[in-house]
């Protein structure tokens, strides 16, 4: 893969997560995903129409990007999301792999941010 690709790939990743929150999921995956592709969400049944579902069901209130890391076909975005005003949020990252220019895998891992939490230098 040529390294112009990255760039690419880091902006559809975070774009694909902002239009999800923004509640045009549909979009968000007829522009970014190949959806015979596979996510590895353990709270959803297999395959992207099903996480897509989910993800159109269950939108997220705000997603403020933090970092963006390329590797190759990969593209981790490390965010702070939240589903309501009134919650401290969840620190994710969501692991993409790229076929081309089409998402063909996902992962995502989140801790759920205390309200007072002990350590000053915070989650991001």
């Known amino acids: 893969m040529s ?22 999921t549909n979009e ?9 592709g596979r996510h590895h ?16 069901d269950h939108p997220a209130w705000r997603l403020e990007v933090k970092h963006v890391l390329a590797d190759n076909d990969l593209v981790a975005v490390h ?15 969501h692991l993409f792999r790229f076929g081309k220019d ?7 891992v989140g801790a759920a941010l205390p309200a007072d939490s002990p350590n000053a230098d915070g989650p991001f």
Not at 79 to 93: F, I, K, Q
Not at 102 to 108: A, L, P, Q, V
Request: charged share 20%; glycine share 6%; net charge negative.
């Open 79 to 93: 965010s702070h999301v939240l589903m309501s005003p009134d919650e401290p949020g969840t620190a994710v990252v």
């Open 41 to 56: 969400n353990p709270y959803f049944p297999a395959g992207f129409p099903a996480l897509r579902q989910a993800m159109a």
């Open 3 to 24: 390294d112009n690709a990255t760039p690419s790939r880091k902006e559809a990743a975070v774009q694909f997560l902002r239009l999800v929150v923004s509640g045009r």
């Open 102 to 108: 089409r998402i063909i895998e996902m992962w995502d």
């Open 28 to 36: 968000a995956y007829e522009r970014y995903v190949d959806v015979g």
